[in-house]
């Protein structure tokens, strides 16, 4: 299996019949799914049971059928009211590790707000105590400053 970028990833969130193959879940793509089976696209499919997943898509010139079994666990298939869900790659490979997207997208966004709120404070940190450590200068310095550079400049 194949991806790029571009390759986008739609889940069947209830359950499918695993005896079906290439034929049959091609027209749950069109009929249940309301999409376009020759687009390219991935298409997963999970068992009731949730120890099968089944991928399908279209390559270039006919359909591929990728599966997996697992033996022992069970993959942990979302679950949604909507009938389809656009999940991105790596959001794929996380469901096929057999790791939960629910609990997998909650701790992406709360490592996301730790870092805006790190940043926040690195942010006050640089630029609020900096001016707070160093002082305008004032007159009598910024006078004795410009003397210096000119007495560099003359050479002495």
């Known amino acids: 299996m194949f991806l790029t970028l571009q390759t986008k990833v739609y889940l069947a969130v209830g359950s499918t019949d695993m005896?079906?193959?290439i034929n049959g879940l091609s027209i749950l793509v069109e009929e249940a799914l309301?999409?376009?089976p020759f687009s390219g696209y991935l298409f997963a499919f999970s068992n009731r049971r949730r120890n099968q997943i089944k991928i399908l898509y279209w390559d270039r010139n006919g359909f591929c059928l990728w599966q997996k079994?697992?033996?022992k666990?069970?993959?942990r298939w979302p679950v949604y009211p909507e009938d389809v869900?656009?999940?991105d790659q790596r959001e794929l490979s996380w469901l096929l590790e057999g790791l939960d997207l629910e609990k997998e997208e909650q701790k992406k966004q709360s490592r996301i707000e730790f870092?805006?709120?790190r940043i926040r404070?690195?942010?006050n940190?640089?630029?609020g105590r900096k001016s707070e450590k160093q002082p305008k200068p004032d007159q009598q310095q910024m006078l004795l400053f410009d003397e210096q550079a000119a007495e560099k400049g003359r050479g002495k």
Request: proline share 0%; glycine share 0%; aromatic share 8%.
């Open 19 to 21: 005896r079906k193959s």
């Open 34 to 36: 309301e999409m376009d």
């Open 125 to 127: 940190e640089l630029f």
């Open 121 to 123: 404070l690195l942010q």
């Open 73 to 75: 666990h069970r993959f």
């Open 115 to 117: 870092l805006e709120e």
């Open 69 to 71: 079994r697992l033996e």
């Open 85 to 87: 869900m656009e999940i």
